[in-house]
């Protein structure tokens, strides 16, 4: 018996010393312990909004201009709420998403900390995040179709029809109103500046509001049965 248990622990120690690799098992990180800012982002971001916060399939969350317009609440509300409505979830614990608090934090800190650039704009240039007053869509849809409509078509159901409405349905005036101020590079989306002159906080808010409207008019059309009675 004592010659069986000294064989078996010889045969232990040679295996331990045997030449040759050994695998070394990582510890195991539960989702909800994870730290790391990349592991978050490609995880959580980048297959919407880019490898870099460039912009992919939404918007660019890192690119300098969203930073300018868009402070550390507005950054941590988004992602813990989502956008109702529109393909963007809420990713916080406290509203049936994966991500603590302190997940959240390292998030909305790192995409800061890497992308910003302070200083990149001129105070009073930029239009404001979040419209102020409501808009006047007459002067949107004419402001649009002097502006937009080479690319977007007239009244907006060109090649990139951006007034269609299964497009509008899927997205927010926030949204809307984000991308016109800090375009979609990616996909040949000028920003604000990049037209025959920068457009005003004004002109923004009213190129939302008529295209707000057309998401409107959809709805009623749809809801509207043969008739015409509701």
Not at 35 to 40: H, M, S
Not at 187 to 204: C, T
């Amino acid at each position: 018996m004592k010659y069986v248990v000294s064989l078996a622990a010889m045969l232990v120690i040679a295996s331990c010393a045997a030449p040759g690799p050994h695998v070394v098992e990582s510890p195991v990180i539960r989702p909800n312990e994870v730290a790391d800012f990349r592991q978050l982002y490609v995880q959580n971001c980048s297959g919407c909004h880019g490898a870099d916060g460039e912009g992919a399939l939404s918007v660019g969350i890192g690119r300098p201009v969203y930073l300018a317009i868009a402070d550390d609440a507005t950054i941590r509300r988004v992602i813990e709420e989502g956008r109702p409505g529109t393909a963007m979830p809420a990713f916080a614990q406290k509203a049936g998403g994966m991500l603590t608090d302190a997940q959240v934090d390292i998030l909305v800190h790192g995409i800061r900390a890497r992308w910003a650039k302070p200083g990149a704009f001129e105070k009073g240039t930029l239009p404001a995040y979040a419209a102020t007053a409501p808009g006047d869509a007459e002067r949107g849809h004419n402001l649009f179709n002097a502006l937009c409509s080479s690319c977007h078509g007239s009244d907006g159901h060109g090649a990139r029809a951006i007034a269609d409405s299964s497009y509008l349905q899927l997205v927010s005036d926030q949204h809307l109103r984000t991308v016109i101020i800090i375009g979609m590079p990616n996909l040949g989306m000028p920003d604000w500046r990049s037209h025959r002159k920068p457009l005003s906080d004004a002109d923004v808010t009213d190129t939302v509001a008529w295209l707000a409207a057309q998401r409107q008019q959809t709805l009623s059309t749809k809801l509207t049965p043969p008739g015409g009675s509701r």
